[in-house]
């Protein structure tokens, strides 16, 4: 049985809420403490929860809500800039293969449910520090206050305080050669996809969409670029620029992009800016701090697993922290942890380089694509990260097979 009876958990994106039920779960009280003046309603854009992250949200009774916030998707077709199909996922009729959800949706479920369950939230107390006294921490905040728990877990995102805190020496986000778009259209004319999403892997870029019966389709495109743009730079351009670049990028695809680019309003287009990643880092805990979500294991969006790894890790924290003494839990969780995300992010990475193909690659992309789907993309070769599931009641014990670590 763990000692460690309070946690202070910075960030209350999408890792500190699950973070802080998951805890609570164990036996632990966990505050999350979050650097921005009030909630995060309405930032951020289309992501998706696969069946494993629908699974963990489930332990700490939050996939009801999460479910109820986006929409369920049953395929997902793959096709190249001239109309021809390259793959298709999942069957029709078939279990979801993902749901679909806002960030902001996704992030005011978990929100809700984490205050329904009793976790407490302080905005407006941005980390600036953080002292291990060996008996606790004391976390630092910018206004000058404090706050003390037995462990301090950095939630806090890809751009995490925490974890050069722990390591000085941490790596910093990877840019993967995309900046990330997104939105809705409204009187596109096309069809309902119903329970199929669409990827279009176009001369220039990739864009994707849903229609609804109602004429609108979410959409979200991923453009090559050389260099970075954080998200401020890149709003900075204007929607209405980047629209006007997105439909000169999509010109001559064989696909509903233009029409859809052309329906999208400049005024609530997402701007994410450089997507990123972290390949991997050395270092989750000192102490009594360890990471968690992004800030210890960011993939890149293309994975489409970003928010269900956060979600997996969050819960096996909690278990850990329930059976073992904090040193060995920490150990244990990374060890239960490590293999599988890096794993992921190796292959949200190579989705990246397809994504970014430049004119030859591009070719052999498209031809190559329907014989590596056919022989790889199979419901069997997926299993392993999918059909990941956590047993919450089994115990935690200090050594961990490789096997539960790799997911294999």
């Known amino acids: 049985m763990t000692a460690v009876r309070t946690a202070v958990v910075i960030g209350g994106g999408i890792a500190g809420p699950v973070t802080a039920m998951a805890l609570r779960r164990a036996g632990i009280e966990a505050t999350v403490y979050e650097a921005y003046d009030g909630t ?16 963990a949200l489930g332990v700490v009774g939050a996939g009801d809500a999460v479910r109820a916030a986006g929409w369920p998707v049953g395929t997902m077709v793959m096709q190249s800039w ?13 279990p979801p293969i993902m749901h679909v959800v806002w960030r902001s949706d996704l992030y005011r479920a978990l929100y809700d449910e984490a205050v329904r369950q009793g976790v407490r939230f302080e905005h407006g107390r941005r980390l600036t520090g953080a002292r291990d006294t060996g008996d606790g921490v004391t976390a630092i905040f910018a206004d000058g206050s404090t706050a003390r728990g037995d462990i301090l877990v950095g939630a806090d995102g890809i751009r995490s305080t925490v974890r050069p805190i722990i390591d000085p020496a ?72 980047w ?13 509903p992009a233009l029409e859809i680019l052309r329906r999208a309003d400049p005024a609530t287009l997402v701007i994410t800016g450089a997507m990123e990643d972290l390949p991997t ?48 839990a920490f150990a244990a ?6 293999g599988r995300v890096e794993r992921i992010i190796a292959s949200g990475a190579r989705t990246d380089r397809d994504k970014a193909a430049g004119p030859v690659a591009r070719v052999v992309r498209d031809l190559t694509m329907p014989l590596f789907m056919k022989l790889f993309a199979k ?13 919450w009641d089994a115990p935690v014990t200090a050594e961990v097979p490789l096997a539960a670590a790799t997911g294999r």
């Open 40 to 55: 995060a309603d309405g930032v951020g854009g289309m992501l998706g929860i696969a069946p494993n992250g629908i699974n």
């Open 82 to 94: 001239t109309g021809r199909r390259l793959a298709r996922f999942g069957t029709e009729g078939g």
């Open 170 to 241: 941490a790596p910093a986000p990877h840019y993967t050669g995309l900046l990330g778009f997104g939105g809705w259209a409204d009187d596109v004319g096309l069809p309902s996809t119903g329970a199929t999403m669409y990827f279009v892997y176009g001369k220039r870029a990739l864009f994707s969409y849903a229609a609804t019966e109602d004429g609108r389709a979410g959409w979200f495109a991923n453009l090559p670029r050389r260099e970075p743009m954080t998200a401020a730079e890149a709003r900075a351009v204007g929607g209405e620029e």
């Open 243 to 255: 629209l006007r670049v997105l439909r000169e990028t999509f010109e001559g695809d064989r696909s």
């Open 281 to 328: 880092v050395p270092v989750w805990s000192r102490g009594r701090m360890v990471l968690t979500g992004d800030a210890a294991h960011a993939t890149s969006p293309s994975s489409g697993q970003g928010a269900s790894q956060a979600v997996e890790s969050a819960v096996q924290l909690g278990r850990c922290l329930r059976d073992l003494p904090m040193e060995k």
């Open 333 to 338: 969780y990374e060890r239960l942890r490590r």
């Open 379 to 391: 419901p069997e070769k997926m299993a392993w990260q999918f059909d990941y599931r956590i047993d």
